[in-house]
């Protein structure tokens, strides 16, 4: 099992529609989660962190977290074409040194005008 | 500077050549961490830096790969006798040495072993 898992996608949207991401995590200690955009080419970008269970909203997005059941997502409003990219979900996991992150594998996003 | 440097932004080299990749961090920034992305999936970690030492070093896959950060800024990760598996993006990152906070990316280094 990896340690931060994602569905690859595509996940394909109609232009204004709402994407929703999941990933989940295997270290239950784990506090910081974080999600970064990723263009074709790119580095990533980090655009949503999250540490407290709920909801964290950020113009468009919106990040929510449930520690119980070890799950973090990712909700994007009016998606624009300019959404298409890969989301990586990354987490600081409870067992690991300063403030390393473990990424999940990224989901792809196609947003369809 | 303002952002992550790093340098080249592409590599080609031969199978056994050595190589460097060198990172620039954030001015201020204590921690800096070097990532492997192969395409289609997650940046990989490789290490971690803490000022000029090695605090995590477990992700390197072998001993060809070796990185240094002499004077607490800038960094250099060297591979010896390149593989064509070696072929990947290595991103660098920084961050102040405070914990829970995302780090900033440079441009990354693209190294295509041929």
């Known amino acids: 099992q990896k340690e931060v898992e994602q569905n690859s996608g595509p996940l394909s949207v109609p232009e204004g529609a709402i994407a929703s991401l999941n990933c989940t995590y295997s270290?239950?200690?784990?506090?910081?989660f974080f999600w970064y955009r990723q263009y074709s080419g790119k580095s990533p970008e980090l655009i949503m962190s999250?540490?407290?269970?709920g909801d964290k909203e950020d113009g468009r997005f919106t990040a929510q977290l449930n520690k119980a059941s070890q799950y973090v997502s990712l909700l994007i409003r009016d998606s624009q074409p300019s959404d298409s990219a890969t989301y990586l979900c990354?987490?600081?996991?409870?067992?690991?040194?300063?403030?390393?992150?473990?990424f999940g594998g990224g989901t792809r996003v196609l947003v369809k005008p | 500077g303002a952002g992550v440097s790093q340098t080249p932004s592409n590599k080609v080299t031969e199978k056994g050549k050595y190589v460097e990749l060198r990172c620039d961090p954030i001015?201020?920034?204590?921690?800096l961490y070097w990532y492997r992305q192969s395409l289609g999936q997650g940046p990989e970690f490789l290490i971690y830096?803490?000022?000029?030492?090695?605090?995590?070093d477990s992700g390197l896959p072998n001993d060809r790969f070796f990185a240094v950060r002499p004077e607490g800024s800038v960094s250099t990760l060297k591979i010896q006798r390149t593989e064509r598996g070696d072929s990947a993006v290595y991103l660098c990152?920084?961050?102040?040495?405070?914990?829970?906070?995302?780090?900033?990316f440079g441009s990354g280094t693209r190294l295509t072993v041929v």
């Open positions: 999250i540490y407290s269970n």
């Open positions: 990354a987490a600081r996991l409870i067992k690991a040194a300063g403030n390393k992150l473990t």
């Open positions: 830096f803490q000022g000029t030492g090695a605090a995590d």
């Open positions: 990152a920084s961050s102040r040495d405070r914990e829970g906070y995302g780090y900033t």
């Open positions: 001015s201020g920034h204590t921690a």
């Open positions: 270290d239950r200690g784990s506090q910081s």
